[in-house]
């Protein structure tokens, strides 16, 4: 599984876009890329998947570049709600469940 | 509703006293995952299951035992708990074929 690093905490003010960073320098070519968002003594919770190029959903936009070696999780016009920590995990779709989570990013929206 | 449901949510139990933390999904999920959680250290796989009698071991296996005889069920055994296993522990599915896990609502476990 491909190690990735993230920036251990961010801050941000209501209504700004935030982006978080993820590399992973060593992905392979099976594997797709997944961000999580926890909230304080809650279980993680699915954001968005890609494989490549860009995806959008209602929630967040992820950017992934060519090389695929790092990805954003683009969080638009973040509110105090969206104070997590978020977690960016590499692995294949399919295969064994061997899951590496990370110390994940921090987010800090102020008001 | 879609759910992984633990139980107990909070327990406080002395070294040595075997538990056991149990997990039930409803989505007929093939695959079933604990992990631990601790401060500073984000997740960590402790057992994972790929279907019923299939488990392999995470990143943090020593200490834990568990079983998956029915694929719905996956309880968490701690034979002898020892201090270093209170933790904040989340069980979590997901269907083959699909990189999305659901995880619980975590148990809270202290070891006295």
């Known amino acids: 599984l491909a190690k990735t690093t993230q920036p251990v905490s961010m801050d941000s003010y209501e209504g700004q876009e935030v982006n978080i960073t993820c590399s992973h320098n060593?992905?392979?070519?099976?594997?797709?890329i997944t961000w999580y968002q926890q909230f304080p003594s809650q279980g993680p919770r699915f954001i968005i998947q890609g494989y490549k190029t860009k995806v959008t959903n209602e929630v967040a936009s992820l950017f992934i570049p060519a090389d695929r070696k790092s990805s954003t999780l683009s969080l638009p016009r973040v509110s105090l709600s969206d104070t997590a920590v978020y977690y960016c995990l590499v692995g294949p779709y399919t295969g064994g469940f061997k899951t590496i989570f990370g110390a994940g990013t921090r987010l800090f929206v102020k008001a | 509703e879609a759910q992984v449901t633990q139980n107990p949510r909070y327990l406080i139990t002395v070294t040595g006293k075997k538990l056991t933390v149990t997990c039930s999904q409803n989505?007929?999920?093939?695959?079933m995952s604990w992990y631990r959680q601790d401060p500073g250290l984000g997740l960590r796989q402790i057992y994972y299951s790929m279907n019923v009698e299939a488990t392999d071991k995470g990143d943090v296996p020593e200490g834990y035992k568990v079983s998956r005889k029915e694929k719905r069920n996956f309880p968490l055994i701690l034979e002898s708990p020892s201090p270093n296993q209170t933790s904040l522990y989340f069980c979590a599915s997901r269907r083959g074929g699909s990189d999305t896990q659901y995880f619980g609502p975590g148990t809270r476990l202290t070891v006295l």
């Open positions: 989505m007929n999920h093939e695959y």
């Open positions: 060593n992905i392979a070519t099976n594997d797709y």
